[in-house]
């Protein structure tokens, strides 16, 4: 019994110290692992910790060389490293111009979570960034973005319908209406950027049954711009009324809900905007006349707004784009100053933020900043030592997608100044801001490819105000051959008949007709043409009508002009034209005497002075043919008569001499001379 008790004893001790060697040699295997997941976990925290130090590139570095090692040193979990991934991306989009880098990881991503169960925020989320790099990353991207953004969707509704108490997946699922709708407005595919928006919409209302909420708002502000848009891109099935009177409809609502300023400050901003830019787009900026002052106090409510509200332009970019649409309502009224003013704060906005992005907007050398030594200094400026962008082949994609709608809108700042200075007869200032808008388009001439028509434009008008009418009406069929809609192709037509009516050669006035008859014609079947438009069409086939002497023609198109000017464009310009040329068909007589003096009075106003000289030659015909009379229209006497003539020919020519003598200045200045050559040449690529 000894013996069995000492090889019982020996047996167990043999068990134990087998089990202790297995344990030992488990542990030496698993300590490598250990290890590397402390150390994984050290890079999570560094990276935070860099992150919370605003140290974006450390915070990369440090989930970069986890993300490096996850395959094989780190062995860290499937979620964690897509975790990681996602939180590169997001930073490198954020901090960096690496969206290749970005777009690698989200996919990584998307790879390493579709067999995983519990992470589809995750998931949704690392689609929506995926979706705005491809987004960023151009046309090229466009299918990648369309499917991202789908399967984004898919998942939030679904996720959505398993679990509707969290609030999360709703938001998600609005995230993705909208993002969807967006993406198919890029393609102009107006049915699915409709469905997606209603669907939103019905979602929102669900929630909210007859309750106002923000929303609702956004979404009904979001349906209205892809209506003006689908209008402007000359689809009949807009239907912008119904979309305005919806978004009205929603603000009503949410202001009679929501009664906190700050909450809702931007998003009121935003829909102000809007629909500003509706009556605008309609030709109708009598309609808005109030708008430049609402848009005043709304500014005001918006910087002292919550930070976390809604946001929808960056507050730079609203500011500016409220400016210029304030100085578009008040510039056809004659009100240029203010309108310059307007322009001169939207430009002053777009070029501060311009400049902290590091763009330059014309191209050119980088700026070089000098100490009172003369010497630059880095620790005085930090544009010392800054990388600009100076052309189209430096604009990476995250600074080209921040800049976009800051050049955007320089470039149509500048064609509202260029349009004041050549009303107002400062056509050396016309000639400089004319040919900031070729240096751009030139510079940038990918991004800006949407407005290269406007260039056009804007040189031709410049070259009609020379008098080189043959080379205006090339300049302007070049903008309506490069128009990205069919209002803004009519637009360019139209002036470029303009111009050829000018030129003084025999079929000049048939040419022209037959370029306006197509216009006039679709106006008439189209109901969504602007008022602006129809205007121009009637004004336009009124002076081809009257070169071709078919005057009773001519001043029915000038009359129906006139009257919808007056109405609803508002355009005193285009008013004082009108009367003019009506004055001019019809015989001497109180009534032409009283258009020569109301063009000649809308034209001084506006310092428009060849219009005035114009006015003044017909009012001195009509007074040599109809005789002067006082205030009472008791005729004056033959003295008095001729004194009254006589005054009128005097301030005709003093004004004639104005002009000519500031023509001359323009024509022999040779700054002048070399920029209107240049603007003659168009848009070099």
């Given at each position: 019994m000894a013996r069995g008790a000492k090889r019982a004893r020996a047996s167990t001790g043999a068990r134990r110290g087998a089990r202790a060697s297995d344990k030992t040699t488990r542990a030496a295997s698993e300590a490598p692992e250990i290890a590397a997941r402390s150390i994984a976990r050290g890079l999570i925290r560094l990276?935070?910790?860099?992150?919370?130090?605003?140290?974006?590139?450390?915070?990369?570095?440090?989930?970069?060389?986890l993300i490096a090692n996850a395959k094989t040193k780190a062995k860290c979990l499937p979620q964690i490293?897509?975790?990681?991934?996602?939180?590169?991306?997001?930073?490198?989009?954020?901090?960096?111009?690496?969206?290749?880098?970005?777009?690698?990881?989200?996919?990584?991503?998307?790879?390493?979570?579709?067999?995983?169960?519990?992470?589809?925020?995750?998931?949704?989320?690392?689609?929506?960034?995926?979706?705005?790099?491809?987004?960023?990353?151009?046309?090229?991207?466009?299918?990648?973005?369309?499917?991202?953004?789908?399967?984004?969707?898919?998942?939030?509704?679904?996720?959505?319908?398993?679990?509707p108490e969290d609030a999360r997946w709703t938001m998600w699922t609005f995230h993705y209406y909208l993002e969807h709708a967006d993406a198919c407005m890029v393609e102009e595919d107006w049915t699915g950027c409709e469905t997606y928006l209603d669907a939103g919409l019905k979602v929102v209302r669900s929630i909210h049954k007859d309750t106002g909420s923000k929303m609702e708002v956004l979404f009904a502000v979001a349906q209205l711009q892809?209506?003006?848009?689908?209008?402007?891109?000359?689809?009949?099935?807009h239907?912008?009324?119904?979309a305005a009177k919806s978004a009205d409809e929603a603000m009503t609502r949410m202001l009679s809900e929501i009664k906190t300023p700050e909450d809702t400050a931007r998003l009121r901003f935003h829909y102000y905007v809007t629909r500003t830019l509706g009556k605008l787009m309609e030709g109708d900026p009598i309609a808005a006349k109030n708008d430049p002052s609402k848009f005043k106090s709304l500014m005001d409510e918006v910087r002292h707004a919550n930070k976390e509200a809604y946001k929808w332009l960056p507050d730079p970019a609203a500011f500016a784009l409220a400016n210029y649409l304030s100085a578009e309502v008040v510039r056809p009224g004659g009100e240029l100053k203010k309108a310059m003013m307007y322009l001169t704060d939207a430009k002053e906005f777009v070029d501060e933020e311009l400049r902290a992005l590091g763009v330059l907007p014309q191209g050119g050398d980088a700026p070089v900043v000098k100490t009172e030594?003369?010497?630059?200094?880095?620790?005085?400026?930090?544009?010392?030592?800054?990388?600009?962008?100076?052309?189209?082949?430096?604009?990476?994609?995250?600074?080209?997608?921040?800049?976009?709608?800051?050049?955007?809108?320089?470039?149509?700042?500048?064609?509202?100044?260029?349009?004041?200075?050549?009303?107002?007869?400062?056509?050396?200032?016309?000639?400089?801001v004319a040919c900031q808008m070729t240096d751009m388009i030139e510079t940038y001439p990918q991004t800006l490819s949407l407005l290269a028509s406007h260039v056009e434009m804007v040189a031709g008008h410049a070259m009609y105000a020379l008098g080189k009418y043959n080379e205006a009406s090339a300049r302007f069929a070049r903008s309506a051959s490069l128009a990205s809609t069919p209002s803004w192709r009519d637009i360019g037509t139209l002036?470029?008949?303009?111009?050829?009516?000018?030129?003084?050669?025999?079929?000049?006035?048939?040419?022209?007709?037959?370029?306006?008859?197509?216009?006039?014609?679709?106006?008439?079947?189209?109901?969504?043409?602007?008022?602006?438009?129809?205007?121009?069409?009637?004004?336009?086939?009124?002076?081809?009508?009257?070169?071709?002497?078919?005057?009773?023609?001519?001043?029915?198109?000038?009359?129906?002009?006139?009257?919808?000017?007056?109405?609803?464009?508002?355009?005193?310009?285009?008013?004082?034209?009108?009367?003019?040329?009506?004055?001019?068909?019809?015989?001497?007589?109180?009534?032409?005497?009283?258009?020569?003096?109301?063009?000649?009075?809308?034209?001084?106003?506006?310092?428009?002075?060849?219009?005035?000289?114009?006015?003044?030659?017909?009012?001195?015909?009509?007074?040599?043919?109809?005789?002067?009379?006082?205030?009472?229209?008791?005729?004056?006497?033959?003295?008095?008569?001729?004194?009254?003539?006589?005054?009128?020919?005097?301030?005709?020519?003093?004004?004639?001499?104005?002009?000519?003598?500031?023509?001359?200045?323009?024509?022999?200045?040779?700054?002048c001379v070399e920029r209107a050559t240049r603007l003659e040449r168009g848009v070099q690529p």
């Open positions: 990276a935070e910790e860099c992150e919370d130090a605003n140290d974006a590139l450390g915070a990369i570095k440090a989930l970069e060389t490293e897509a975790r990681c991934r996602v939180k590169c991306a997001s930073l490198l989009l954020k901090h960096t111009d690496n969206a290749h880098r970005a777009k690698t990881h989200l996919e990584a991503a998307q790879v390493l979570l579709k067999p995983l169960k519990r992470c589809e925020e995750l998931r949704v989320h690392g689609l929506s960034l995926l979706g705005r790099t491809y987004k960023m990353m151009g046309n090229e991207y466009r299918r990648q973005r369309f499917g991202a953004t789908q399967r984004g969707l898919q998942m939030a509704i679904g996720m959505r319908e398993r679990a892809r209506a003006l848009a689908q209008r402007a891109s000359g689809s009949e099935e239907h912008v009324y119904a030594e003369g010497e630059s200094d880095a620790d005085e400026d930090d544009d010392v030592e800054r990388l600009w962008v100076t052309c189209e082949e430096e604009m990476q994609f995250r600074v080209a997608q921040d800049a976009r709608p800051y050049l955007y809108l320089r470039v149509l700042i500048l064609e509202s100044i260029v349009s004041v200075a050549l009303t107002s007869f400062k056509y050396d200032v016309a000639l400089d002036c470029s008949a303009l111009a050829l009516l000018c030129c003084e050669e025999e079929d000049s006035a048939s040419r022209a007709l037959e370029l306006v008859k197509p216009v006039v014609r679709s106006h008439k079947e189209q109901k969504s043409a602007s008022v602006l438009n129809q205007v121009l069409a009637l004004f336009t086939s009124g002076c081809a009508l009257r070169e071709q002497g078919r005057f009773d023609d001519a001043r029915n198109h000038l009359g129906r002009a006139l009257k919808k000017t007056y109405d609803q464009v508002g355009n005193h310009q285009l008013m004082a034209s009108c009367l003019r040329l009506i004055c001019g068909i019809d015989t001497a007589s109180d009534e032409t005497k009283g258009m020569a003096e109301s063009a000649f009075g809308l034209s001084k106003v506006q310092e428009d002075l060849p219009t005035q000289v114009a006015a003044l030659i017909d009012l001195n015909r009509i007074y040599t043919a109809v005789p002067p009379t006082d205030a009472n229209k008791n005729p004056l006497s033959p003295e008095d008569a001729e004194k009254m003539r006589q005054s009128y020919e005097v301030y005709e020519n003093r004004k004639q001499k104005q002009y000519d003598d500031y023509m001359t200045s323009i024509l022999e200045n040779e700054t």
